[in-house]
């Protein structure tokens, strides 16, 4: 589970921190990158490394707590993650999507609950199937 965890961690934060220098090579071409802000983007993909390589893994799939606990706590880690990752990338832009904070977490929210409830119906058709599969044995 550790080895699998560490895998999923480095790809994560390479795929992040490669996807991050392709967007700003695209948008912001003329500007140049300072030692400083090449940390800001090394602790965003550090952010998302641990959110989508570690603890999403582990909440989904690894823990028994009850779907809604699951819920919350990966809608409020995410909007944590999501804000702390536009702060880092830019304050002005932060500044920008402030006011917006409320309808984020509403959002981020109601997008964990849909995802839930069509992940949950694909892992009991796959597991039925499974099963159904091992009963014509």
């Given at each position: ?50 959110i ?6 582990a ?17 409020a ?26 309808l984020?977490a ?18 009991n ?13």
């Open positions: 589970m550790l080895k699998q965890f560490r895998l999923s961690f480095f790809q994560t934060f390479s795929i992040t921190f490669i996807w991050i220098l392709t967007l700003i090579s695209i948008f912001f071409k003329n500007d140049t990158l300072t030692v400083l802000y090449i940390w800001n983007l090394v602790a965003i993909s550090l952010i998302f490394s641990i989508f390589g570690v603890m999403y893994p909440l989904w799939n690894f823990s028994s707590m009850k779907a809604s606990n699951k819920i919350f706590i990966s809608s880690i995410n909007l944590v993650a999501g804000i702390s990752s536009v702060w880092l990338f830019s304050p002005y832009m932060f500044e920008i999507i402030r006011p917006w904070i409320i984020m509403i959002a981020t929210v109601l997008g964990h609950i849909i995802g839930f409830y069509f992940y949950s119906n694909w892992d058709k796959k597991n039925s199937d499974d099963l159904n599969k091992l009963l014509r044995k």
